[in-house]
């Protein structure tokens, strides 16, 4: 709920100097919002079971129903991409929210707080249209809620949390981020947030649940606050108050058939509506654990003693003891007491198990004595135990100065960091770049068509990105400009699409090595050159997943690394990348067990995983 010209006069207690600022900023921007549609919009809301919300929006029943989008309120500076779905069950509403980003703005840690002065989603439902009376849902990128039933009485209204909210009224929420950590004031690419709102919560309001046919009135909005400005959008076009509920769009529950509808026409069948299955009748080989124990370098349990419970870490390790999984590098340390809490619940909690890498934080680069101030932070997360550093793909992409220029990989300001890693014998994790098809246009030509219409945020193509090939080169000025320093490039150095080049990294840089996560979807397209690649630079090669920790995802690692069997589908490992399958590439045991284990550990000096040399 941004502030609202309504809203203003029902709560002037709430105003203050920068509230007033903020209003004249939000009033210059529905000024301009005087054009609405001719007709409000009507979406036609599928049925489905239920299903569990993740936050990713990767449930199968959200591929029954197209994205809507939202639309930018008149001036707003932010030409984000911002779209929503939208499914019913007999039990509640389910509401998928999907928005490009650079910055989560967000830093309330509650809900039921002003939540719609930062960043959020929203949502109206107006079951009835003869009660006054609507509910109103909004939820920030950090997954703080606010749920409030609103009487709305000739534009005045006053809302309220739902009476007893808890137990079967409590609202199911989960978000996600993309490009980044889905911390406060990240730099990512985009953001979700997935809901299900129970009936039972839209208490007192009638016309609920829905039947066939049932029609409810209702609106979608986003707000978003980057480079402290703020951007609206909404799906109905309402005047200056989000509350204008006679310009609310219209919801009907089911099909609704009004006249017999053509059959339509295969031949006319839509890319994202293909989904063929192969007749192939293949060998399955289910390798249940690896060769060796294994050495998990790339992966995110997230940090912070409120994450990192002694459940979750004990989920963690159930997974991990099944799969025959020995250590975790979990990249979300973070820095100051974030990575020292990190470091208690994994590390100290159970040695051998989990090595914490730190971040370092790139914000403000451009002040003085920035590189200084990080680098002491880094050298007191070393020393608090953290065991290596990680950069996420914002360098490079994300971090902007004042100017709009952005930070480069190879900048100075960054060599003392780069040095102090040499220094500490502390691995670099750096994520570089992107897939190929990132950086190219999505158009018919984009071999990963589905996966970037699904996440428009991953498209890096145009003037406002460097080219993939830039910002690889930036990377490998830094490794060549730091011989003592151990780099390790994520994703098979980002550019597994040519085993060449990468091979010609490996030769020319012998502090570069390379992780194979999430990339196994295009190393097993092409199993004849990643089978001889495996073997030339066994030394060179890490395991990693970038997953969190899930069987059934290492168990396709460990069939494309064991066995021959063809054209199977790895999107457990990870998820859906690219339109193929893969094939495995059947590395011999003294190969496994170099990178399941054996160079990891040499690299992180683990003795009890170099002197642990049995098979399983």
């Known amino acids: 709920m941004p502030l609202r010209l309504d809203y203003i006069h029902a709560f002037p207690h709430r105003l203050c100097s920068t509230s007033v600022l903020l209003i004249a900023t939000l009033l210059l921007i529905a000024a301009s919002t005087k054009t609405f549609a001719a007709e409000p919009p009507t979406l036609i809301v599928p049925q489905c079971d239920d299903f569990e919300v993740t936050g990713k929006g990767d449930a199968k029943a959200w591929e029954s129903c197209d994205w809507v989008s939202l639309n930018r309120r008149g001036n707003g500076p932010l030409d984000y991409q911002s779209r929503f779905k939208m499914l019913y069950s007999d039990k509640g509403v389910y509401v998928l929210f999907d928005g490009a980003d650079e910055t989560l703005t967000a830093t309330m840690q509650e809900d039921f707080l002003d939540l719609w002065n930062e960043d959020v989603f929203e949502c109206f439902f107006w079951t009835n249209e003869k009660d006054p009376v609507y509910f109103e849902y909004e939820i920030s990128p950090l997954g703080f809620e606010l749920p409030i039933l609103v009487p ?35 730099t990512v690419t985009g953001w979700r947030a997935e809901v299900f709102l129970p009936y039972a919560v839209l208490e007192p309001l009638r016309n609920v649940p829905p039947k066939t046919g049932t029609q409810w009135r209702a609106n979608f909005y986003r707000v978003d606050y980057d480079q402290k400005k703020t951007t609206g959008w909404d799906w109905a076009r309402v005047g200056p108050s989000f509350h204008d509920i006679e310009n609310f769009g219209t919801l009907v529950f089911g099909k609704v058939v009004e006249a017999e509808t053509p059959q339509e026409d295969i031949r006319d069948l839509k890319l994202a509506d293909w989904q063929p299955k192969s007749m192939l009748k293949t060998k399955v080989t289910r390798v249940n654990t690896p060769s060796y124990p294994v050495i998990d370098v790339h992966n995110h349990l997230g940090g912070g ?16 003891d099944e799969a025959n999984v020995q250590t975790v590098i979990n990249l979300d340390g973070g820095w100051d007491d974030k990575l020292k809490e990190t470091v208690a ?23 003085e004595g920035w590189s200084e101030r990080e680098t002491a932070r880094l050298r007191k997360s070393f020393e608090a135990g953290a065991k290596g550093l990680k950069f996420h793909k914002s360098l490079g992409l994300s971090y902007r100065n004042q100017a709009g220029n952005l930070l480069t990989i190879d900048d100075e300001r960054l060599d003392p960091i780069w040095a102090l890693c040499g220094e500490m014998n502390r691995p670099v994790m750096i994520h570089t770049a992107d897939p190929a098809a990132f950086f190219t246009p999505l158009d018919q030509f984009n071999e990963r068509w589905h996966e970037l219409n699904a996440h428009p945020g991953w498209v890096f193509h145009g003037d406002r990105f460097p080219s993939r090939e830039e910002l690889l080169e930036q990377r490998n000025r830094a490794i060549a400009k730091h011989p003592n320093t151990t780099f390790i490039g994520a994703h098979f150095g980002n550019n597994p699409e040519d085993l060449e080049t990468v091979g010609q990294w490996l030769d020319q840089y012998p502090n570069f090595y390379i992780d194979i996560d999430a990339r196994i979807s295009e190393l097993g397209r092409q199993p004849y050159s990643s089978r001889k690649f495996f073997l030339k630079y066994q030394d060179r090669i890490l395991f990693g997943t970038d997953t969190t920790p899930d069987p059934n995802a290492y168990r396709l690692y460990y069939r494309f690394l064991e066995t021959d069997d063809e054209y199977f589908d790895t999107a457990e490992s990870h998820h859906r990348q690219g339109f193929w399958n893969i094939y495995g590439i059947f590395l011999p045991d003294a190969v496994l067990e170099k990178v399941y284990r054996g160079n990891a550990a040499r690299i992180l000096g683990l003795k009890h995983a170099v002197n642990s040399t049995s098979k399983n």
């Open 152 to 186: 709305n009485l000739d534009g005045k209204f006053l809302g309220w949390r739902p009476w007893h909210y808890e137990g079967a009224k409590k609202i199911q929420k989960k978000v996600s981020a993309t490009g980044g950590a889905n911390e406060s004031m990240a």
């Open 305 to 320: 003693a409120n994450v990192l419970t002694e459940e979750r870490v004990k989920r963690y390790l159930q997974v991990m």
């Open 345 to 367: 619940a994994l590390d100290t909690a159970h040695p051998d198990r989990f090595l914490t890498f730190a971040l370092i934080n790139l914000r403000d680069f451009e002040t």
